[in-house]
């Protein structure tokens, strides 16, 4: 459910990331059942969500969507007639691809329920088509493709442990241990236990990339071990101390925010205004390089506006750089194709910002 692009192995060459209903065999989906089997999720606070709701989505999620209604109304005495009443729409609108007549009996004061039943209801006849040309889907897997250049992408992800996940609404690259190399984190969640099997609360799961070479999963380590329904995310500094931290949505409750606490290493960001192509420069990429030689680390990000899943980040290219404390070189490629280089020292620590002036020569601050 998203595609992001980024360079995972520092070889300049922006590789792909793509997350789906990927449901991996992993020991994740063990943990995950075993952590929210039972309501102690909730009453234990490991939810972002108030308790009452968090019961709430906790008890939908477990209904097995049958034709009768005989475990809402067992809802009734722990969680009141509120909380019956919406597991009596859900369950009436999830069988309205059996009795499409019923969508008129969705009451109006249920807009999402009603507008989903029927956008069912109108399933239009599906037409044959011939898919022997087409790429062929990877089912049951996130997929990471590297960039080979004239050889095309090739799927390494299982060779790289990247093809992990769940109902992975957002999978994004980004640096967040600043050791110059991005690793990926990817959202999970979906409340319906019913359509998706016992372990619909796989926790988000964060890939931490060793030099290019592996993926290894490390989201308990990094505090990232979450299990709420999360469907989107946005990485951004919140207080400017150069690590990139995540403030993280869910699909039936709040926000949540992850600070980041995890590194020593040093990092440097650059914002580019573009008064000639788009003013946040959405397309332009910049490479740095650090070291005494130009051959030395080279990394290379590009400025977007979207990757995630209903969801972008802050149009800046945050580099990590390990324990380098500067950057030697910057080259920007601007959007509509000319490129520049500065051949100068920046020093890590700091956000410089780049303008391109539409009648001189470009600025930094
Ligand atoms: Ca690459
Ligand atoms: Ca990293
Ligand atoms: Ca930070
Ligand atoms: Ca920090």
Redesign the pocket.
């Known amino acids: 459910m998203s595609i992001d692009t980024a360079d995972y192995n520092n070889d300049l060459m922006l590789d792909i990331y793509m997350t789906g209903g990927s449901w991996t065999e992993t020991p994740e989906r063990e943990r995950a059942a075993a952590v929210y089997k039972d309501s102690q999720f909730c009453l234990n606070k490991q939810s972002v969500n108030k308790q009452k709701e968090c019961l709430k989505i906790w008890m939908l999620s477990k209904i097995n969507l049958v034709k009768d209604f005989k475990e809402c109304e067992e809802m009734r005495e722990r969680y009141g007639d509120e909380t019956v009443r919406d597991c009596l729409v859900a369950e009436r609108v999830h069988q309205m691809k059996f009795d499409r007549t019923s969508c008129s009996k969705v009451p109006e004061n249920y807009k999402i329920y009603k507008t989903l039943c029927n956008a069912i209801e109108g399933y239009p006849e599906r037409k044959k088509l011939n898919t022997s040309e087409f790429v062929k889907q990877i089912p049951v897997a996130n997929v990471l493709l590297e960039n080979k250049g004239e050889t095309g992408f090739a799927d390494i992800s299982a060779d790289k442990n990247a093809q992990y996940g769940a109902w992975s609404w957002a999978g994004k690259f980004a640096d967040l241990d600043n050791d110059g190399w991005q690793d990926i984190y990817v959202a999970n969640g979906s409340v319906y236990a019913a359509f998706v099997g016992p372990t619909t609360h796989s926790p988000n799961m964060f890939f931490h990339n060793k030099q290019g070479s592996q993926f290894s999963l490390k989201h308990v380590s990094f505090g990232l071990d979450d299990f709420d329904h999360s469907s989107a995310f946005t990485y951004i500094d919140i ?1 400017n ?1 150069g ?1 990139l931290d995540i403030i993280g949505n869910t699909t039936h409750g709040g926000l949540k925010v992850f ?3 995890h590194t020593l290493n040093n990092s440097i960001m650059f914002e580019i205004n573009d008064e000639i192509g788009n003013t946040d420069c959405i397309g332009c990429k910049i490479l740095v390089a650090t070291g005494p030689s130009e051959r030395e680390l080279k990394q290379i990000r590009e400025i977007k506006a979207g990757g995630g899943f209903l969801s972008f980040d802050a149009p800046y290219a945050h580099f990590g750089l390990g324990d380098e404390t500067s950057v030697n070189r910057v080259a920007v490629i601007w959007s509509t194709g000319e490129r520049i280089v500065f051949n100068r020292k920046f020093d890590a620590g700091y956000k410089y910002v780049i303008t391109r002036k539409s009648v001189s020569r470009p600025t930094i601050e």
Request: proline letters at 0%.
């Open positions: 207080d101390d690590d600070k980041n606490n």
